[in-house]
């Protein structure tokens, strides 16, 4: 069982029934059931043509549905026309793509947006997606289903909105890994497959960043599966070949001098790649580029960044004068001053500081690390050694 090829053919197919007749709900479960039935029986006897095997079974399945229910006139309709020939490889380009923006559409959450775009484009299955959000399979079934009849009146040839599209991605990137899904390598799988579709440059600048912050994964966590901070990482366990590949695309989105927001984070996260050691970071530099990302977003997160970039370039003083211009009760603004204070000899604060950010740290291992940098300095402020 090819499971890659099953869900890189789920858009297509899903696209294909759309530009059939049937609405976005009904083809997403039509085609769905299509996919438990080659679960069933391609392990003993796999198609010559996978996906026309998946479209057959995918519209007999929606015209069984159409058949009983008898109600509903159009769908009755449906059931006595001959089906519209197949879309070219073209058209189910297309129709992909237009599936990336109706499950990204503004009116569903983004909750439901991501979970969508993993069952529609991704291919995943509710169980699966559920896994990866640690929630129950009938609450992810219920969100799903929900969003679904959100967005059941809305044309497949209606336009999208990219930037939408590309939070969405986003956000299933910055869920990691849980469960048996990965959802980073999933993220970056479905931002390929929208990369060959368009031109656009935040979309690359998009796909340049997740590789360049996913080269750095095997050096995030410790033996002991401890969090390891960027300063301390064992950078010959990074991707060389992700980060050149990154580094590849991200020149030539900035190339076409239409930056974005992406564009500008990918650079950051290009120059800590391109440091050898974290002495030799170019801060200068990446506090410049931080200033365009916050001249493109006034993003206050992105402002607390610069901080402790400033911190580096300039000074722990001048990264906390810039700190102080922010909002304290920005997330892990706490956690930033404590790492200046620290480097400005002023343990104290710092562990006091660090032990403030634990309490509010927004996951565990998150919560882990600032604990022990406060027990670390507590210890020896105590003269001794922080277990």
């Known amino acids: 069982m090819d499971e890659a090829l099953l ?3 789920t858009p297509t197919v ?18 769905q059931e299509a996919l438990v039935e080659a679960v069933r029986v391609w392990a ?23 058949r009983a229910d008898s109600s509903r ?52 299955t509710t169980r699966q997606i559920a896994q990866a959000y640690l929630v129950p399979e009938a609450t992810m079934a219920q969100r799903i289903s929900r969003a679904k009849r959100t967005v059941s ?23 990691g890994y849980s469960g048996d899904v990965d959802l980073a390598a999933e ?19 998009l796909l340049a960043l997740m590789l360049l912050h996913h080269a750095r994964r095997p050096a995030r966590t410790g033996p002991d599966g401890r969090l390891v901070p960027l300063a301390e990482q064992n950078r010959s366990l990074w991707d060389t070949c992700m980060i050149a590949e990154g580094v590849d695309i991200l020149q030539a989105a900035l190339a076409r001098d239409r930056l974005g927001e992406f564009q500008a984070q990918a650079a950051i996260a290009a120059l800590h790649a391109d440091a050898p050691t974290v002495e030799e970071t170019d801060w200068v530099q990446i506090v410049e580029w931080y200033d365009e990302l916050v001249r ?3 993003n206050p997160v992105a402002r607390l960044n610069r901080a402790v970039a400033v911190g580096e370039a300039d000074g722990p003083r001048a990264g906390l004068a810039a700190l102080a211009d922010l909002d304290p009760s920005l997330p892990r603004h706490t956690a930033a001053a404590a790492y200046l204070h620290e480097r400005d000899g002023d343990p104290a604060t710092a562990a006091r500081l660090y032990a403030e950010a634990a309490r509010s740290a927004p996951n565990l291992d998150e919560r882990a690390h600032l604990t ?10 105590r003269g001794g050694t922080a277990t």
């Open 153 to 175: 009146s809305v044309r497949f040839n209606q336009p999208g909105d990219v930037a939408t599209v590309l939070r969405v991605l986003y956000l299933v990137f910055n869920e």
């Open 73 to 124: 006139r159009r769908r009755e309709e449906l059931v006595e026309d001959e089906p519209a020939p197949a879309p070219c490889p073209g058209e189910a380009v297309d129709d992909t793509l237009q599936l990336y923006f109706l499950c990204a559409h503004p009116s569903l959450t983004p909750a439901s947006a991501v979970a969508l775009t993993l069952r529609a484009v991704g291919g995943l």
């Open 296 to 298: 493109l977003t006034d």
């Open 44 to 66: 003993d006897d796999p198609p010559r043509d996978a996906k026309g095997w998946l479209v057959t079974v995918a519209w007999r399945k929606f015209l069984d549905a159409a």
């Open 187 to 205: 993220a970056i799988r479905l931002t390929r497959q929208l990369t060959a579709m368009t031109k656009h440059e935040e979309v690359a600048g």
């Open 372 to 381: 022990r940098q406060a027990a670390r300095l507590n210890a020896q402020l």
């Open 14 to 31: 899903i696209g294909i029934l759309g530009r059939r007749g049937a609405d976005f709900a009904a083809a997403e479960d039509a085609v």
């Open 7 to 9: 869900r890189t053919l």
